[in-house]
């Protein structure tokens, strides 16, 4: 059982490029979420999905976009990347109502802006 | 906005011996509670979680203690092990607004 995966798990971009970060899973979860994990820090939300064509904001969503076309997916996209969303960003999903249901997390993408 | 936060960054506990890992909140509406570990490298794994109508959840292990009149939650791993060595993070939801708040993380070190 693979859970949730996120790829790459590593990528560097130059300032202003853009990218999709990618994350499936096969637990068919409707919940899913995007965080960013800063040095030192906890989680903070960017969005968030309650189900395939269902998405809203986070804590931190400028600068990102995402979309739910089908339960098992939920890409992050950058459209201009800053030196600021350099991060670890995790995708986690979850099956029952987002905030009385353990969240299963993927092991990351590390972002580095340059 | 109100969020969730831990005593202490750094715990360091001798191979054996119980460890005691505290959190504090402030949001009263929170009404559930998870304790996640985060190995380097890897995503948050799931230990345990309390709901507010306990004040004591028990797992492989590991115990989870919510005191809602001081705002406080605890982990105790009992007979350390080496594998424990990590991160780990209280996270609340509050009040059922979106997804989970987390505190910053306590780093567990296993002395041998």
């Known amino acids: 059982n693979a859970g949730v995966t996120q790829t790459p798990k590593f990528r560097i971009l130059k300032i202003g490029q853009s990218m999709t970060l990618q994350c499936t899973q096969d637990m068919n979860h409707n919940y899913m979420y995007w965080y960013r994990q800063d040095p030192g820090m906890g989680l903070k939300l960017i969005y968030y999905s309650v189900g395939a064509g269902i998405t809203d904001k986070g804590e931190v969503p400028n600068g990102y976009n995402v979309s739910r076309s089908t339960t098992e997916d939920f890409p992050l996209r950058l459209e201009l990347a800053a030196p600021s969303q350099t991060s670890v960003y995790f995708c986690a999903s979850s099956y029952g109502r987002r905030s009385n249901q353990p969240q299963h997390f993927g092991d990351g993408t590390r972002l580095s802006i340059l | 906005g109100e969020s969730v936060g831990l005593h202490l960054p750094t715990l360091s506990v001798q191979e054996g011996d119980n460890s005691i890992i505290n959190c504090a909140y402030s949001?009263?509406?929170?009404?559930?509670f998870i304790w996640y570990k985060q190995e380097s490298g890897k995503g948050p794994q799931f230990i345990i979680d309390i709901r507010s109508n306990m004040d004591k959840r028990q797992g492989q292990r590991v115990t989870v203690l919510l005191n809602k009149t001081v705002k406080h939650l605890s982990l105790q791993i009992a007979a350390t092990q080496p594998g424990d060595s990590a991160v780990y993070f209280c996270a609340e939801n509050e009040g059922g607004a979106d997804g989970l708040t987390f505190g910053k993380g306590t780093h567990l070190i296993i002395q041998p």
């Open positions: 949001n009263s509406a929170s009404d559930y």
